[in-house]
């Protein structure tokens, strides 16, 4: 199957500030989603993008299938961003998700 | 319109009895998946279903565990005779239709306590 890596595990910042989390993949997948897991454990959809750019407000994605990476970026980040963010894929021809083991992003006031 | 919808979100069991998982999709979605969360680890894919067919359970442990998708009702993940390590959280997803390009979407997930 697939491996999923994310990159930085961990993330802190403050405030107000952008941060760009990376997502890459051992294989093309033609199924990838972005999540954010908050606090409370409830999975957020925040972009089904297996290929080109999405923006939703403050967040955005890219993925670049034949590189095999996608990309999340949260600009002027807020204490709510607080969480931990997955993205998973799966394999073309195939169903089931393969998640990565999350980016834990830690927003300071 | 509701989104994926489980019950019950907290169910504590001690070792050696069965826990019964309930997940209802998105109104329109005939597609269910089944993820499980250990602590502090991403999500890892059990089984997928459609009404009445399990399509893929290459992720179900061979022992103990069964899901079903009846033509009426909800889908349903069984544990029988749970034991501390399946103390997780058990996620629900459902889509509208097959072939992997769709987006999968999310239930608030069971939490299993196995005491």
């Known amino acids: 199957g697939i491996q999923v890596e994310q990159s930085p595990p961990d993330l802190i910042l403050q405030e107000g500030a952008n941060s760009t989390l990376r997502c890459n993949f051992s294989d093309s997948v033609n199924n990838l989603q972005w999540f954010h897991q908050n606090p409370w454990g409830q999975l957020i959809n925040l972009f089904y993008i297996p290929s080109g750019t999405k923006q939703n407000g403050r967040l955005s994605a890219t993925t670049v299938a034949t590189e095999r990476y996608s990309l999340l970026y949260i600009s002027s980040s807020q204490t709510t961003d607080s969480g931990v963010y997955f993205c998973a894929g799966a394999r073309t021809g195939a169903q089931k998700l393969v998640f990565g083991q999350g980016t834990r992003l830690t927003i300071n006031p | 319109n509701a989104g994926v919808m489980q019950n019950p979100r907290h169910l504590v069991r001690r070792r050696g009895q069965e826990a019964r998982l309930r997940c209802s999709p998105m109104?329109?979605?005939?597609?269910v998946y089944w993820y499980r969360q250990l602590p502090e680890e991403g999500l890892k894919f059990m089984v997928y279903?459609?009404?009445?067919?399990?399509?893929?359970e290459s992720g179900m442990p061979k022992e103990r565990f069964s899901a079903e998708f009846p033509k009426e009702g909800p889908s349903i993940l069984r544990i029988q005779q749970v034991v501390r390590g399946d103390s997780a959280a058990y996620f629900c997803?459902?889509?509208?239709?097959?072939?992997?390009?769709?987006?999968?979407?999310f239930g608030p997930g069971t939490r299993l306590l196995v005491l």
């Open positions: 109104k329109g979605h005939s597609h």
């Open positions: 997803a459902s889509s509208p239709q097959t072939g992997g390009m769709e987006t999968q979407y």
């Open positions: 279903l459609q009404k009445e067919n399990i399509i893929d």
